[in-house]
């Protein structure tokens, strides 16, 4: 089977752009969440979606979006971007075959710099 | 919300040895507590994980140890090689993201291991 899925891997902008990235989750997965990650802070939780729905969003600005569309697969959005916006964005999915927490599995990611 | 510690920052150690990182987290909620390992240039992977329902889980080289009481979980890697050689992370469930959230992870700052032959 195969992995998550992250386009484009490598990702160059300059400040005040928007970006959009994509994320397609493992086939059956149907909950994606997507992370940040950067040296100096780590790996923070950006949002989850879970049946096209928002379940929780992390403690990002507005200028941080997504979406998931009906065959799972997701998109986040950054607009005017920062150069602090440079990191890797990792999308992670899960099967939800429980009550509980969501086994994740992670992408490759897509590495952005911001200029 | 959940906050996750984790030590040490790096670990050295000779091939066959054991290699031990550990983590504590604040909240007594959290219910659910993977492993990931992240090698340069690739996402992190799952390599264990452990839900409260149970205190060890083992595969292979690789256990986990829970205890709820003190609020702290371990890796232990045993027989270490050179390709065990990465960054660790161990994360929580954040118990504050409401019975809807099934995805929100709160990762330790990780653990650079090197395993030297």
């Known amino acids: 089977k195969a992995g998550v899925t992250q386009t484009p891997r490598y990702l160059i902008k300059t400040r005040g752009q928007q970006v959009t990235l994509s994320c397609s989750p493992i086939?059956?997965?149907?909950?994606v969440s997507w992370y940040q990650q950067t040296p100096g802070q780590g790996l923070q939780f950006l949002f989850e979606?879970?049946?096209?729905?928002?379940?929780n969003k992390g403690n990002f600005p507005g200028r941080f979006s997504g979406r998931q569309f009906s065959n799972s697969r997701s998109e986040m959005n950054v607009s005017t971007l920062e150069l602090g916006d440079s990191a890797l964005y990792l999308c992670?999915?899960?099967?939800?075959?429980?009550?509980?927490?969501?086994?994740?599995?992670f992408g490759p990611g897509t590495r952005l710099t911001v200029l | 919300g959940e906050n996750v510690e984790q030590h040490p920052s790096t670990l050295s150690v000779q091939e066959g040895d054991s290699a031990v990182i550990k983590c504590t987290y604040s909240d007594s909620a959290s219910n659910y507590f993977p492993w990931y390992k992240q090698e340069l240039g690739k996402g992190p992977q799952l390599i264990i994980d452990?839900?409260?329902?149970?205190g060890e889980k083992k595969d292979q080289r690789i256990a986990v140890t829970l205890n709820k009481t003190a609020k702290h979980f371990s890796l232990h890697i045993t027989e270490t090689q050179p390709e065990d050689s990465a960054v660790y992370f161990c994360a929580a469930t954040d118990p504050n993201a409401g019975g809807t959230s099934y995805g929100k992870l709160t990762f330790g700052q990780g653990t650079i291991l090197t395993v030297h032959p």
């Open positions: 979606y879970f049946s096209e729905t928002q379940r």
């Open positions: 992670a999915s899960g099967p939800r075959t429980s009550g509980g927490a969501d086994t994740q599995y």
């Open positions: 452990i839900r409260s329902n149970v």
């Open positions: 086939s059956g997965h149907r909950s």
